[in-house]
């Protein structure tokens, strides 16, 4: 079992920036893999940024030059430094992590960016 605990979530302006954390516990100690998705209204779940254990790095094409992703390896933690934030970030931000048994989720953060 893996839990998940988000922080970092908040109302910015346009503009702003965010850093979002991700702390990772359990029975599980090495993970390849740790990323973010979101949720926005209306929207379906989609995939912002993944970081894997080679240091491959994969963002979505709406953020990218914007949000980075990093890791603490040793923590089992995942970061998202969002810059430049823009009204359509505007969702609910979940930290995942995949693993050979299971996809995990943690129970997800608010990022509001008002215009």
């Known amino acids: 079992q893996v839990q998940l605990v988000e922080s970092g979530g908040g109302l910015v302006q346009a503009g702003g920036s965010l850093r979002l954390s991700c702390a990772a516990s359990g029975s599980i100690v090495r993970f390849d893999a740790m990323g973010w998705y979101r949720q926005g209204p209306g929207r379906q779940r989609e995939l912002v940024a993944l970081?894997?254990?080679?240091?491959?790095?994969n963002y979505d094409d709406s953020v990218a030059g914007r949000f980075s992703i990093s890791r603490h390896k040793i923590k089992n933690e995942v970061y998202l430094q969002m810059n430049d934030l823009k009204p359509e970030d505007t969702a609910v931000y979940y930290c995942?992590?995949?693993?050979?048994?299971?996809?995990?989720w943690g129970q997800g953060t608010q990022v509001t960016v008002s215009s």
């Open positions: 970081i894997r254990g080679g240091g491959q790095i």
């Open positions: 995942y992590v995949p693993t050979r048994g299971s996809n995990y």
